[in-house]
């Protein structure tokens, strides 16, 4: 069973920066695909950023040139670095790993953003 286990969320100002890690055990965390999504009160869950077991990598419009996203698989973890922060992206962040040849997933508890002044 993957566990995946959320950090690096807090409380910080509009501009301001925050790095999330996402730490996995359980499974063989280079056989994952990993992706951040997030998840604003009265909103759906929505995909923020994606990489790749080979390294690809997608972001939302609404974070392209703010975030990115990493992964160190020796440490079994992803990354997601966060700069010039709005208010808009205040939200619950989720890490999820997903195996494609097993077609399996598995989420965080989540890590929450708060962006305000």
């Known amino acids: 069973q993957v566990q995946l286990v959320e950090s690096g969320g807090g409380l910080v100002e509009p501009g301001g920066s925050l790095r999330l890690s996402c730490a996995a055990s359980?499974?063989?965390?280079?056989?994952?695909?990993m992706a951040w999504y997030r998840q604003a009160p009265g909103k759906q869950r929505e995909l923020v950023a994606r990489?790749?077991?080979?390294?690809?990598?997608d972001y939302a419009d609404s974070v392209k040139g703010r975030f990115t996203i990493s992964r160190e698989n020796a440490k079994n973890t992803v990354y997601l670095q966060m700069v010039s922060l709005k208010a808009d992206d205040t939200a619950v962040y989720y890490c999820?790993?997903?195996?494609?040849?097993?077609?399996?997933?598995?989420w965080g508890q989540g890590t929450q953003v708060t962006v305000s002044s």
């Open positions: 999820k790993g997903f195996h494609p040849r097993l077609s399996r997933e598995y």
């Open positions: 359980g499974g063989i965390f280079y056989n994952y695909d």
């Open positions: 990489i790749s077991i080979g390294g690809s990598i």
